[in-house]
């Protein structure tokens, strides 16, 4: 996949005035616009309530915008299978089987044997650091840990696209540190395309190429900052003035999409 | 993995207590005839039930042997039924609301008013395991839908993302999130079933006909052989008993590496 190394300024998806509403008549989106330009690491960043996850999940297929619309570069598309890995808030594991079958699962779906998925399964794994852990079950692990083999799931498709809906946000900081230096490691290594969604300014500086502020009532990016800092950015980035003058900034236009979205 | 010793304690206790409370009673109850010298027709005293006990084994076990097929088939077929049932509302939202009433209505109705008409167009042993099977599949029905539909949101748009077909979503996912509640449900199943099978003894018993234990302590009783009802009574609590925790154990082997229920408890 890395060979078709596609130019950062041409967007593998775009979502066109996307409008979502839904059956309880809350409307969740107007007027979305947006790019997700190959290989880049973009992150929606807003209030809780703009519509964020929505977002992603119309991106991922799963939910349908009720006007405007997704559209995939052609030389990718869904026609192709679907090659996009979601990482949700919560681990979303099956607690009933062991790390292996969890990560295991998509190539599973995907119609491929048993013998030819193992090395990739433990390919997966060895990425996230759990190589000795694919017999244990998920409760056995920690919260970080989980979350990880969550990852390794998502990652084990090689997909173009990975989408991740607040993925650290439940938890603590030294461990979502950690996790966030390991998946601008993966971003690098695999040259996928990540759209991350949260609602830490300081998460999304870090680890972004580009920001799209997001305000509420009804969803919509209301700014756009890319984030020029170099790759690979380490525990120097998070402590340099460059990255306090980009949390400064991206701080701002937060609060100006609040103000937007009608909150104090 | 060893057991921290206060875990040892814990669970001698769990055994010994009940032990201890069970000598206590039947000791208070032994006293209590000898000194109030009640005859055996009112109240038999412990060491003459187990006398009649081992003394009429030869009936007692033939009707405990009756009784307990009647128990195991009733089960195995509500198990079956209900379970299936479960499955098939689960896929058609049409056969649900087209039979769930009348899945209700089954439960709802006391199965000893339903037995004596059972009785009228069945064979007697048929009319026994429907009567079990009545009452011990709607617990299976309900915990097995309650299951099918408590399935984690996000992994069940994982599985679309993934283009999972409606059998891989239920056998993959569906099934085993729902196996909690299936034991759950097969844990009641079993002590109903032997319910639905005393009760409708009782019923065909009036009538003159069986041989179940539950038909023993009706004759006992015609009889005044009040040490036998109790030592049918005693066989019919056992069976009960071990139904429970055979299911029980099934659970606990099922559901050990995973689910909360079954995992012992950090301190």
Redesign the interface.
């Known amino acids: 996949m890395p060979a078709t190394a596609i130019k950062s300024n041409i967007p593998l998806v775009a979502l066109r005035s996307v409008e979502k509403s839904f059956p309880s008549g809350t409307l969740a989106l107007k007027g979305l616009d947006l790019d997700v330009r190959a290989g880049e690491f973009l992150s929606l960043l807003g209030p809780s309530g703009c519509g964020k996850s929505t977002a992603l999940r119309i991106i991922a297929g799963l939910s349908e915008p009720t006007q405007g619309a997704v559209e995939w570069a052609a030389t990718t598309g869904r026609t192709q299978g679907h090659r996009i890995g979601f990482v949700f808030q919560e681990p979303t594991l099956m607690p009933w089987t062991n790390v292996f079958n969890n990560v295991r699962l998509p190539l599973r779906l995907a119609g491929e044997p048993a013998n030819r998925s193992g090395d990739r399964v433990h390919a997966a794994l060895e990425r996230v650091g759990l190589r000795n852990f694919s017999r244990a079950y998920p409760r056995e692990l920690s919260g970080g840990m989980r979350m990880r083999v969550s990852i390794a799931r998502a990652l084990v498709t090689e997909p173009q696209l990975l989408l991740m809906d607040e993925p650290f946000a439940a938890l603590d900081e030294i461990t979502r540190f950690k996790l966030n230096d390991d998946l601008l490691a993966m971003w690098q290594m695999l040259r996928t395309t990540v759209v991350f969604v949260t609602h830490s300014v300081f998460e999304s500086v870090y680890l972004s190429s580009r920001i799209a502020v997001m305000a509420a009532r009804p969803g919509r990016v209301v700014s756009e900052l890319a984030i020029g800092a170099p790759y690979p950015r380490d525990a120097n980035f998070r402590t340099s003035a460059d990255y306090a003058a980009l949390c400064r900034r991206t701080s701002e236009a937060l609060a100006r999409a609040m103000a937007a979205g009608g909150e104090t | 993995m060893t057991r921290p010793p206060r875990q040892h304690r814990e669970r001698a206790l769990r055994v010994a207590l009940p032990v201890i409370v069970f000598a206590f009673a039947v000791g208070i109850w032994a006293a209590i005839v000898n000194f109030e010298a009640i005859p055996p027709y009112v109240l038999p005293a412990p060491d003459v039930v187990l006398h009649t006990l081992i003394t009429d084994w030869p009936i007692l076990s033939q009707s405990l042997l009756v009784t307990l097929t009647t128990t195991v088939e009733g089960f195995f077929l509500a198990a079956i039924g209900g379970f299936g049932l479960a499955v098939l509302f689960n896929q058609s939202r049409l056969v649900e609301y087209s039979l769930y009433p009348y899945a209700v209505i089954l439960q709802v109705t006391p199965v000893i008013a339903i037995a004596p008409l059972l009785l009228v167009y069945l064979q007697q042993p048929t009319a026994v395991l429907v009567c079990a099977w009545i009452v011990a599949f709607f617990p299976v029905l309900a915990n097995t839908t309650l299951g099918l539909n408590s399935v ?1 949101r ?2 069940v ?8 077909s409606r059998m ?1 979503v239920l056998w ?2 569906e099934l ?2 729902a ?1 909690p509640y299936v034991l759950g449900g097969l844990r009641i199943a079993g002590g109903l079933s032997l319910v639905g099978a005393v009760a409708a003894e009782i019923a065909a018993g009036s009538a003159g006909a069986g041989s179940g234990l539950a038909f023993r302590i009706m004759e006992a009783e015609y009889r005044l052989n009040i040490p036998r009802m109790f030592a049918a009574l005693f066989l019919l609590s056992v069976t009960g008993i071990v139904i429970f925790y055979l299911l029980a154990f099934i659970n606990h082997l099922a559901l050990r ?3 909360e229920s079954a ?1 012992e408890q950090e301190r």
């Open positions: 984690d996000n992994l748009d994982l599985f679309s993302l993934y283009g999972a891989e993959n996912l085993p999130s196996l590496r995973w689910h995992l």
